[in-house]
């Protein structure tokens, strides 16, 4: 499976009496569709409405991710549709602005003004809260601004509070960047240093969420287990309690987080998935290798057997727990041998789903300039193994839960006529035939069928 794109669209903004439009696409991961959603907050009180044709649009923003492949070419080229959409606007007599958000916005801030001086904002992950005074500026001065320095001030301190109903299950960020600076990849220099927001705005948020009818929670952290926030207690609190208070919250019936580093996978997280009921069945752990070489040139700090002991000890605390995971081939040095260490491991451990891709070289960061770069057809090869091996495990997963009866989360219409669909407790989506007035509750529901990336079932 590839890493997915999201495109926020029209659906629910009411302030009909604004005639001012937004567009924003959003690639990349969960913690850009919140960071898009929370810029969509931000720019409500400037009276602006989200709409999904970017022809209609007085403000147009690209929330981009640099995580792998050609992440910035494909900036540009999104970049050449929007110009040519702001000139035609333009000659409407329709002022339009476009803004790159993001981590390709943080790597390449002056690159994207010096390519496309038509760009009005450059902003990077921890300054969208000043984007309504940065649009005001704009449309003052009308010349381009980029804030991409980290700010002293915290972004949560100024995001408001999400006002509409985001469907019944929502992302949550508590932790943000990352400290770890893994061989392959750009976060800590896109995302910055490791942060965790306090306890009590947390609570507050989820609350929230829960008050406008959220029944699942996603908290959100680049190294969401490394979570160390100040609590209301003055002491630091870890992922695990926080956890437990949130699961004292009487609306909300399940809590998720991603995504987790081995490193901090401590005991006290691991007897949570024991002790908490509304904590889900399901752990997005990523292992990248199952090549101790491999590992150690990643700079992961963990060997495989470590992996496998955490592992043994989730199943022993929570034994139906599922297991997703993330896997990098080709890594530069990756040789057959330590390929083959990553199958035994996925062989050990059996994953319900998982991420796969091949090693993409990122700017900057250590691995790119080794000298044991691995040729892209090897890559190839490698991908297609894994990810056959993968994809029986995936299916394995899904076919032991046909004839069991498990509760499901609906959480909106179906693509067929009169289905509706919802989450597993192990985050597999299951359709079944039913009413819309199920959307928005936990229901039993039988498996019957196992699909291609999905269950179907029958209302028990
Ligand atoms: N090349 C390939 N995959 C990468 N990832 C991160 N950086 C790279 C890279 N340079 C993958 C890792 C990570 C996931 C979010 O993306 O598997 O866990
Ligand atoms: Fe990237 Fe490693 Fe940090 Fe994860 S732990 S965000 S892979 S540097």
Known sequence: MVQRDFTLTNTNLDNETSRRYLHIITWGCQMNVYDSNRMVDLLRPLGYKVTDKAEQADVLILNTCHIRDKATEKVFSELGRLKQIKEYRNQLGNPTLIAVAGCVAQAEGNIILQRAPYVDIVLGPQTYHRLPKMILEVARQSGSIIETDFPVESKFDFLPIPQENTGYSAFLTIQEGCDKFCSFCVVPYTRGAEVSRPVQTILDEATHLCSIGVKEITLLGQNVNAYHGEGPDGNIWNLARLAEKLSTLPELSRIRYTTSHPRDMDDSLINAHRDLPALMPFLHLPVQSGSDRILKAMNRGHTADEYRKIIDKLRKARPDIALSSDFIVGHPGENLKDFEDTM????????????????????????????????????????????????????????????????????????KQGQITGKSPYLQAVHIQGDTSLIGRECQVRIDKSLTNSLSGTLV
């Open 344 to 415: 035994q491991l996925v062989r050990d451990v059996q994953f319900s789903q998982t991420f796969s891709f091949k090693y993409s070289p990122r700017p900057g960061t250590a691995a790119a300039i080794s000298m044991h770069q691995v040729r892209e057809e090897e890559k190839d090869a490698r991908l297609q193994a894994l990810q056959a091996l993968l994809r029986e495990q995936q299916d394995q997963f899904n076919q032991n839960t046909v004839g069991r009866t498990i509760p499901i989360l609906f959480v909106g219409k179906g693509r």
